[in-house]
């Protein structure tokens, strides 16, 4: 294994999150590198999980990015450890550890995030402090740091947004969906996380795109390709399309010329990010001529699309909606 790979494998395997397997690898990772004796064979997972825990605090305590990469353990520590495995091991560990000290001091001393909630119906953009741009779509949210201060560029989403990420190649841009990472320079991409088909995809629609699920890599993608990545099967399946299509909901302006009713109500779906039902499937044949409704919110857009078809809505306790009426005389 590489040393990003072991450093995180260690880190699940403290926070208990390892399978079977992987705490054999844990264990056979100790014996090819660190030559540990038959003591740690003879310890169960609590006395273990105690071990790597003090390499862990050691490294906290007296690790600084300028100082040297080998690290000194107190006595005691050298007396626990003389008494699980070689020396060589606590080294090898604690240079691995040192080498991803930013992401574990990331995760040991979190970053205050600042987090922003769309309502059900709603959109909204907004412009991080980098000038990165970012649309989310209704029922999305949105974690990110106020500033900017490490070597890259994290933030955290749930649901839809389309980024346009400002260019700097030495602050990598990645977006944390889920197991998902999605890591760029500076582009421009849709990801849509649908957490009822447990998926989550990614488009791009400037540049070129890197995403990952943990250490593996499901693939590079440039303008027209997308990833979708089943979260339950973590299967990944890769494709050309057309990506204007799946920003459509990113775009502030409407058009209905001569559409039948079911097909503009497919859109505004789409748009908004919500379930748009007919009571009576009769009134999905009438149609509009000439409407044009720009950058309003769905209320207005349902209201007047109603008024023009006899018809009404109402909004159902887990956010979608069901429109009704007689119908039209096509």
């Not at 421009?188 to 540049?207: L, P, W, Y």
Request: with cysteine; charged share 25%; glycine share 4%.
């Amino acid at each position: 294994m590489s040393r990003h790979q072991i450093a995180a494998l260690l880190d699940r395997y403290l926070k208990g999150e390892t399978t079977n397997e992987e705490n054999e690898l844990v264990k056979r990772w100790l014996e090819e590198n660190g030559k540990a004796n038959h003591r740690w064979h003879d310890l169960d997972r609590s006395a273990k999980d105690r071990w790597l825990s003090s390499v862990f605090s050691e490294i906290k305590n007296t690790i600084h990015e300028t100082e040297a990469k080998v690290v000194s353990l107190p006595q005691r520590k050298r007396l626990l450890w003389r008494s699980i495995a070689a020396a060589a091991a606590v080294l090898l560990i604690s240079f691995t550890l040192y080498l991803e000290w930013p992401s574990l001091q990331s995760r040991l001393h979190p970053v205050h995030l600042t987090a922003v909630q769309v309502p059900i119906n709603q959109k909204r953009e907004i412009t991080l402090t980098d000038g990165s741009r970012v649309w989310l779509n209704a029922g999305s949210e949105l974690k990110y740091p106020k500033t900017f201060n490490d070597k890259t560029r994290e933030v955290y989403l749930s649901g839809e947004a389309y980024f346009d990420v400002r260019h700097d190649a030495g602050k990598p841009f990645i977006i944390h969906t889920g197991t998902v990472l999605t890591t760029v320079l500076g582009t421009a991409f849709n990801i849509k996380e649908d957490k009822s088909k447990h998926t989550i995809q990614v488009t791009v629609t400037r540049g070129k795109v890197s995403v990952s699920n943990g250490v593996k890599l499901l693939g590079i993608l440039i303008p027209n390709q997308q990833i979708s990545f089943n979260t339950l099967k973590a299967e990944a399946s890769q494709a050309i399309i057309d990506a204007n299509e799946v920003i459509a909901w990113q775009q502030s302006d409407l058009h209905f010329e001569d559409v039948s009713f079911e097909d503009a109500i497919t859109q505004l779906e789409q748009h908004f990010n919500v379930k748009i039902s007919f009571s009576n499937p009769k009134l999905k044949t009438c149609r509009f001529t000439g409407t044009s409704l720009n950058g309003e919110e769905l209320d207005k857009i349902l209201k007047v699309m109603c008024a023009f078809n006899n018809a009404t809505y109402q909004i159902k306790p887990d956010g979608s909606m069901v429109i009704n009426g007689p119908g039209c005389n096509n």
